[in-house]
């Protein structure tokens, strides 16, 4: 079989190895797609070094076919379509109460331990959600960040007719601005970048640039002066950060969704002036994987756009080196058996 490993230093292997029966509890997965990450492109860049155990197969985006069972696993059988919520919890304690998604020590399975950009990957039968039959694997390569998106909205506690500002369209931005939308909101989505401010547009979204516009007035004019219900932070820069306690109404939700290394300033002010909330949100639940199958399965909303690029894993080291010349595409899937 084939797999990748990242090499560190911005490189990509792909190797030639042997097929490994599944343990015990675990399945082999026939890995059908798997979509490159924002976090997949930080490890590329080193960002992750501390972390991953290099050499190291990423990747956690991903759809396939189960390909053998380990003994004591009776849920799946050989052939079942499924994803996997990489999410290893089997360090979860009692302090951690109940949250296994984010216990204390949650390994994340394709950068904690080895993940799908291979030809065949083995996994805990844990992880699995089992897809339809009629389930067409590449959108199903899009249920990992869709969770994300579910996940985001539902902590949001969004109802439909609310306003919902989508501060940066990114993919999971687009993703939250769709799963908002589908919700029954009035999504505005706020973008910096051109290409993308199009996308959003294509896809039937309200998206303006607040570089050229005033974000906070055009919200304002767009829900009769109330601003925004919910504010979600997809964007992870400082602006987003300054214009996210403006651009909310009173009593004005914001999801915290993008990850902020650093501590970085926030108008506290704002919370005590307009009694915001904010709110931290980290990958998903079980139910929110649920969801995120149902609407992929349903697909009726614009997914198939989302894939700007499928390329053979061979490729690997081109496609992350076009990502990084070329930031405009949405989520390139890689084919993990070509
Ligand atoms: N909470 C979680 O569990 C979780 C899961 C996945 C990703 N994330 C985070 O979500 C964020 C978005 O992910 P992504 O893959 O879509 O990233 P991305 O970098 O592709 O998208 C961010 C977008 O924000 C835009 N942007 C930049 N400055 C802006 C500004 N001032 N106003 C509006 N938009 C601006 C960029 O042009 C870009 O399109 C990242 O921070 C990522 O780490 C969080
Ligand atoms: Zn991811």
């Known amino acids: 079989m084939k797999a990748t490993r990242y090499e560190g230093n911005k490189s990509f292997s792909v190797i030639e190895k042997e097929i490994e029966a599944p343990s015990e509890g675990e399945v082999r997965i026939k890995v059908a797609y798997s979509g490159v990450c924002g976090t997949d492109v930080h490890i590329y860049h080193g960002m992750m070094d501390q972390r991953v155990d290099i050499p190291v197969t990423i990747g956690h985006e991903m759809s396939g076919v189960i390909d053998a069972i380990g003994a004591g696993v009776t849920d799946f059988g050989v052939g079942d379509k499924v994803v996997v919520r990489p999410l290893d919890d089997r360090g979860v304690k009692p302090s951690d109460k109940g949250f296994n998604h984010v216990c204390e020590d949650l390994k994340f399975i394709g ?95 309200d998206a303006v640039n607040p570089t050229e516009i005033d974000l ?39 999801v915290m969704v993008a990850i902020h290394g650093q501590p970085k300033p926030v108008n506290l002010f704002k919370f005590f002036w307009k009694e915001l909330k904010l709110i931290g949100a980290r990958v998903y639940e079980k139910e929110d994987y649920e969801k995120a199958i ?45």
Not at 224 to 229: H, M, S, T
Request: proline share 5%; glycine share 8%.
């Open 111 to 205: 950068i904690d331990s080895p993940g799908s950009m291979q030809q065949y990957w083995n996994v805990p039968a844990f992880t699995l959600h089992k897809l339809k039959e009629e389930t067409d694997l590449k959108l199903a390569a899009l249920i990992e960040p869709l969770s994300v998106a579910v996940h985001d909205v539902r902590l949001s506690g969004l109802v439909s007719g609310e306003t919902a500002v989508v501060l940066g369209g990114g993919p999971i931005g687009l993703l939250v601005a769709m799963v908002a939308k589908d919700a029954g909101a009035n999504v505005i989505i706020s973008e910096v970048n051109p290409v993308r401010i199009s996308k959003a547009k294509e896809l039937g979204f």
């Open 216 to 254: 906070v007035q055009y919200v304002r004019e767009q829900t009769d002066g109330r601003l925004a219900d919910v504010v979600f932070e997809v964007a992870g820069v400082q602006p987003a950060l300054d214009i996210m306690t403006e651009v909310a109404g009173i009593r004005g939700r914001i």
């Open 294 to 338: 149902a609407l992929i399965t349903a697909n009726e909303l614009p997914f198939e756009d989302m894939i700007t690029d499928v390329q053979p894993l061979s490729n690997i080291q081109e496609v992350f080196e076009n990502i990084d010349k070329n930031p405009n595409g949405l989520k390139v899937l890689m084919d993990c058996q070509q």
